[in-house]
């Protein structure tokens, strides 16, 4: 009877393990509170990012826009940067910093189209944290959104409890807006947060505040909702589906499965039967703030830039 007792005791100590693990496991692949990796930034990723370069990104752009299909371009530009983390300005002595300097993968996207006579010109710049354990929030987003009518530019900065929204516009229903936005995931940051984790992003449903493009595009409030993250796989690429459940907005982010994990192209549908797509040209690491003269024109020739 003694050694009877002891086998169920050992079988039920097992049991109860095995549920607390499948229990952890089931938490991490069902819901997007998966903790970034840590271990992403590595040797590889160092001797990538850390060389004096930045990665330099062209792809056409179909724009979706006032009902009709427009022809355009977009240049993705990732770097990282050191950061002031009280000031959320990149440093100009970041040596000096101490505590304050944090190194930042930052994004700064470029994406021009025309509508009939005039053009359109957006400018987004993402400023993420490359160590998430520290930091776990992207620290600033910036939007400008220019056309013939007039021009809009939204800005998002990481305090305590919140992000500090700002809205500067042209327009009378915009205006001059300010207001505190709860934390959550970027829309805009999804790109950055696949760069820094190895290529992927935490599945499942997640607060998420949505494009500041989509806010001004769709006079749509800009707030953190739900959305649910999901991917599919090939041989060589990743391919992830983000869904809001309260808006009629889903977006697609295609994704080579190799280091460094770059950005094959987007969708994004807002229900109104045309998607704006987006599909890599070329893709290049040059020091461009250095490469001004006339002669540097050939880099833009090497994008297959259009304009």
């Not at 797509?277 to 290049?284: G, T, V």
Request: contains cysteine; proline residues 3%.
């Amino acid at each position: 009877m003694t050694h009877l007792l002891k086998t169920y005791c050992i079988l039920a100590i097992f049991s109860l393990l095995s549920c607390k693990q499948d229990k952890k496991v089931a938490k991490t692949t069902t819901t997007a509170e998966t903790q970034w990796n840590p271990e992403a930034v590595d040797d590889e990723f160092k001797a990538y990012w850390y060389t004096g370069k930045a990665e330099l990104n062209s792809y056409t752009l179909k724009q979706s826009r006032y009902g009709e299909i427009r022809d355009g371009e977009v240049v993705l530009v990732f770097v990282t940067e050191p950061f002031s983390l009280s000031k959320q300005v990149k440093l100009d002595n970041p040596q000096a910093a101490g505590a304050d300097n944090v190194s930042v993968m930052k994004l700064n996207s470029f994406r021009k189209f025309n509508t009939g006579i005039y053009d359109y010109s957006i400018a987004t710049s993402v400023f993420t944290p490359i160590n998430s354990q520290e930091h776990p929030n992207t620290l600033k987003l910036n939007t400008s959104i220019q056309e013939w009518c007039g021009h809009t530019f939204t800005q998002l900065n990481l305090k305590d409890t919140n992000y500090h929204f700002q809205e500067f516009s042209y327009f009378e229903t915009d205006g001059d807006t300010e207001s505190a936005i709860s934390i959550a995931l970027l829309e805009e940051e999804l790109m950055t947060r696949i760069r820094l984790n190895k290529g992927q992003l935490p599945l499942g449903e997640t607060n998420m505040i949505f494009s500041t493009v989509y806010s001004r595009f769709a006079n749509k409030n800009l707030e953190a909702t739900t959305a649910e993250i999901s991917k599919t796989e090939t041989d060589s690429t990743t391919h992830f589906a983000i869904e809001y459940l309260s808006y009629d907005r889903k977006v697609t982010i295609n994704v080579e499965k190799q280091f460094p994990y770059k950005i094959r192209g987007w969708t994004e549908n807002n229900g109104d039967g045309l998607i704006t797509e987006a599909q890599l040209k070329k893709s290049i690491n040059e020091p461009y703030w250095d490469q001004k003269k006339r002669s540097d024109e050939s880099k833009r020739e090497a994008l297959q830039l259009i304009k």
